[in-house]
């Protein structure tokens, strides 16, 4: 399972790429609301894995991720203007990388219920802080960013950090380190007694998948035109990634893709015919979910293949 | 005596608020020798193992691997340092396979070996342990004893300088302790050095070349099992003074 790539992934690469050449092809056809409805469903395939990352493995949920999208924008709207597009993105990464890391270090010794929290509470935090910054600082608090990138080069980068994402992902769970988060994930105290630094594995991890997240924000950031905090360190952001990783299922790398593409479309259909209720008809829909495939999409596809397969051998 | 010890254990304390748990405790562990550490519920032989391998920080005192110092590390750098545990309530890791099990000891143990190698040294140590062609199957559908196998042979995959059994035969029937029994003996016929708690008596008398037998923290008596089974403080915190 762990060692020479087997037929089952080099089929796995072979599709992947295939359907990210095809689907890197979208632009092409349409550019108005498929395009957009393409551009949120792939933001939230990226931040849904990069989340899952983390949090799959780990158990740790964490509700930061408004945190680190929010400041991979205002790296933009700081530095768009004076640096070229690819230091800024390197520069989004490290913020959030070096966040992760702040906060990790800070927090990674709570679990449970005590990190959603406080992983909440962060993302809170620098929402307030870059308000005072702002305030008192700059003396406004919005601000406009202008770059001039078309939706379909938005697209584009965002299918390459879907990518990167879900090959982040399957390159850990080869290595040592991916050996070292199931093991994390089942027993802490095995895990530690065994030789591992739990503590640094954890917060690797969490910087990697901050990184991502960050960029995803920063990639995002030239659709708002215009940012404030209100917008960039939106809670929602962060709930609806938890909502959709866990719909998917976080322990398969590609659950979160399945949870994100029913979500959005969901939420897009929701939206268009009952604009005032929409929050409150998807949270029933999340009941739902809950309540009958508490495995996730991606347990019960794997069930159900299961089954297929069985009756016709 | 000391120039061959592996492991030595010096004034070591540990207090929790007002309770002293382990209170003054000294002793050493000889290479390729099999140590019971003995003594009524509750008298701190789990915390002493704990201090030993890291989960606890000692009050006071110090643990020594050859004359490297270990007070004080977290127990990731004590396990790679070459110090192996089992633990009291068998801990094997539910998501992983019997064969990923071992692996684990392998990978993250002081010789840090990956992959194909990994899989050669948990494969022998599976059949070393009994568990030969149950390399797929999961920890949850096996036996208690296959389990409590399971976790030995994930501690010696770690080829540890120092094995710690915290008792690793409790919970066996008849049979299954014979076999353990077995298995610990072939153990210590290839040389390897281990400290155990240990409550069955049967195990105490033919396994342990010595005993440190302890007594509400303190040690209370340290010699051969018939030397300190036979000694009177002994008996009475067992069994009570009238018996003494």
Not at chain 1, 303 to 310: C, M, N, P, Q
Request: proline share 4%; glycine share 10%; net charge neutral.
């Amino acid at each position: 399972m762990i060692f020479p790539m087997q037929r089952r992934e080099v089929i796995a690469v072979v599709a992947s790429t295939a359907a990210l050449a095809l689907l890197a092809g979208l632009p092409l056809a349409d550019d108005g609301f498929w395009l957009a409805l393409a551009i949120s469903i792939a933001s939230y395939v990226a931040m849904a894995t990069a989340w899952a990352l983390f949090s799959g493995p780990t158990n740790y949920v964490s509700l930061a991720t408004a945190a680190f999208f929010g400041s991979g924008a205002y790296v933009v709207s700081a530095l768009a203007e004076t640096a070229p597009w690819p230091v800024v993105l390197v520069a989004a990464a490290l913020v959030g990388a070096l966040l992760a890391l702040a906060t990790g270090l800070a927090t990674l010794r709570l679990s449970g219920v005590y990190f959603v929290i406080f992983s909440f509470g962060l993302a809170e935090l620098i929402r307030q802080l870059v308000t005072y910054y702002q305030t008192q600082v700059t003396g406004s608090v919005g601000r406009y960013i202008f770059v001039t990138i078309s939706a379909s080069e938005i697209y584009w980068q965002l299918l390459g950090l879907c990518a990167i994402a879900l090959f982040t992902g399957w390159a850990i769970q080869r290595s040592r380190l991916g050996f070292a988060l199931r093991v994390i994930g089942d027993d802490e105290t095995v895990a530690a007694h065994s030789g591992i630094d739990t503590a640094r594995v954890k917060v690797l991890l969490f910087c990697i998948s901050g990184a991502l997240i960050a960029l995803v924000g920063a990639v995002m950031a030239p659709r708002f035109t215009y940012i404030e905090p209100q917008i960039a360190y939106n809670p929602m952001v962060s709930f609806q990634v938890v909502i959709m990783a866990l719909l998917g299922g976080s322990k398969r790398l590609w659950g979160p893709l399945v949870g994100v593409i029913p979500f959005v479309l969901l939420h897009e259909w929701i939206a268009g015919r009952f604009p005032n209720h929409t929050h409150l008809l998807l949270g029933m829909v999340f009941l739902l979910v809950v309540y009958f495939v508490p495995q996730g999409v991606s347990g019960w596809l794997e069930k159900a293949w299961r089954r297929i397969r069985g009756e016709s051998a | 005596m000391s120039s061959t010890a592996i492991l030595s254990v010096t004034g070591l304390s540990k207090a929790f608020g007002g309770l002293l748990a382990v209170n003054q405790i000294s002793f050493d562990v000889h290479r390729g020798e099999i140590v019971g550490l003995i003594g009524p519920n509750g008298s701190g032989k789990t915390t002493l193992l704990n201090l030993i391998s890291g989960a606890l920080a000692p009050t006071q005192g110090s643990v020594r691997l050859r004359r490297r110092e270990l007070t004080g590390l977290p127990p990731h750098r004590i396990a790679r340092a070459g110090i192996s545990r089992s633990f009291q309530l068998v801990r094997v890791l539910p998501s992983l396979t019997a064969l990923e099990n071992v692996m684990v000891g392998a990978t993250f143990g002081p010789d840090a070996v990956w992959g194909a190698e990994a899989a050669a040294i948990a494969r022998a140590l599976l059949e070393r342990v009994g568990l030969g062609g149950r390399e797929n199957a999961m920890p949850e559908a096996m036996t208690y004893i296959d389990q409590k196998r399971i976790e030995l042979a994930r501690a010696l995959a770690a080829d540890p300088q120092v094995l710690l059994l915290d008792e690793w035969l409790a919970g066996l029937n008849p049979t299954e302790l014979r076999i353990g029994i077995a298995l610990i003996e072939s153990l210590h016929a290839e040389g390897r050095t281990i400290l155990m708690v240990e409550h069955v008596m049967d195990a105490i008398r033919s396994l342990c070349d010595r005993c440190v037998v302890m007594n509400a923290g303190s040690k209370l008596a340290e010699g051969s099992p018939e030397q300190v089974l036979s000694n009177h403080e002994v008996i009475a915190a067992y069994l009570g003074d009238d018996h003494a």
